[in-house]
T-cell receptor, first 113, second 114 residues
């Protein structure tokens, strides 16, 4: 299958700063992208998603940016808080895949006090 | 918390044991999934059930046997597992609509095979 990868396995940010987590994908047919947050001992939690007909989507303190030209996806977290410390996964799917998600390996975000 | 529950949360079993994992979703979804999450590896899709019918089996060994009696319940029957099968097993559900089909996950079952 197609690969979904993350640029950095770990990211440390100061509390209150903005965080940017990046993700690259290789399947040009991908048309749906999603970010999950996984805290220790818990299952992945949905954060935000975006379809390929959009470049940007905003949620509460989070923004997802999609650059289809370079097959790049990013998650921006504004005013990062200690509760944001977790592993963040991106995933993608294409309409022809019966909505099978292909996950990246995850980025560990650590928020420093 | 998420509308998807899994039991047990932790399971330790020997290689000759038979056990089952249970998943239940309370979200009115019509698709359910089993994933395996091993340390430092991406989530691996194991099985997909769409309207109770198995639509995907991603080359999973036969020692893992799924069962979906209705759209709200999903089981994973385990027998003669290997130590390398130790992992976090995650269940997810979604509403298949031809659109985004966002998947929502349960908390997982931490399985240890001795």
């Amino acid at each position: 299958g197609e690969s979904v990868g993350l640029h950095l396995p770990t990211l440390s940010v100061q509390e209150g700063d903005n965080s940017i987590i990046n993700c690259a994908y290789s399947n040009s047919a991908s048309d749906y992208f999603i970010w999950y947050k996984q805290e220790s001992g818990k299952g992945p939690q949905f954060i935000i998603d975006i379809r390929s007909n959009m470049d940007k989507r905003q949620g509460q303190r989070v923004t997802v940016l999609l650059n289809k030209t370079v097959k790049h996806l990013s998650l921006q977290i504004a005013a990062t808080q200690p509760g944001d410390s977790a592993v963040y996964f991106c995933a993608e799917s294409s309409s022809g895949s019966a909505r099978q998600l292909t996950f990246g390996s995850g980025t560990q975000l650590t928020v420093l006090p | 918390e998420t509308g998807v529950t899994q039991t047990p949360r932790h399971l330790v079993m020997g290689m000759t044991n038979k056990k089952s994992l249970k998943c239940e979703q309370h979200l009115g979804h019509n698709a359910m999934y089993w994933y395996k999450q091993s340390a430092k590896k991406p989530l691996e899709l194991m099985f997909v059930y769409n309207f109770k019918e198995q639509t995907e089996n991603n080359s999973v060994p036969s020692r893992f046997s799924p069962e979906c009696p209705n759209s709200s319940h999903l089981f994973l029957h385990l027998h003669t597992l290997q130590p390398e099968d130790s992992a976090l097993y995650l269940c997810a559900s979604s509403h298949v609509s031809g659109g985004t089909d966002t998947q929502y996950f349960g908390p997982g079952t931490r399985l240890t095979v001795l």
